[in-house]
Nanobody, 120 residues
Framework: QVHLVESGGGSVQPGGSLRLSCAAT????????MIWYRQAPGSQRGQVAG???????NDGDSVKGRFTVSRDNARNTMYLQMDSMKPGDTAVYYC??????????????WGQGIQVTASS
């Protein structure tokens, strides 16, 4: 089993910044990729940004230039630095990781989600 725990959420005024963390624990050899998703009320869950273990990233169009995804492989932790935040960034943010096991199997795991609110 793999457990993903998000932290760092909260409320911020438009134009402000927050940094989310997603820490992974459990039985796995590697996590690849790790991806941030978000879901606003009444909307479908959508991908925000993802990162491979080698460092290559893929950012959604709505966050390019404002959000930066990174990871610390030694700590099995992924981060999302959110700058110049807008009210439209308000959502529950989830992290997801594809975990590779010693057996060769691969499974997808999700965190419980964390609320992020950008509002004046």
């Amino acid at each position: 089993q793999v457990h993903l725990v998000e932290s760092g959420g909260g409320s911020v005024q438009p134009g402000g910044s927050l940094r989310l963390s997603c820490a992974a624990t459990g039985n796995f050899v590697s996590l690849n990729p790790m991806i941030w998703y978000r879901q606003a009320p009444g909307s479908q869950r959508g991908q925000v940004a993802g990162i491979m273990s080698g460092g290559s990233t893929n950012d959604g169009d709505s966050v390019k230039g404002r959000f930066t995804v990174s990871r610390d492989n030694a700590r099995n932790t992924m981060y999302l630095q959110m700058d110049s935040m807008k009210p439209g960034d308000t959502a529950v943010y989830y992290c997801m990781a594809c975990a590779f096991r010693e057996s060769g199997s691969v499974a997808e795991f999700w965190g419980q989600g964390i609320q992020v609110t950008a509002s004046s």
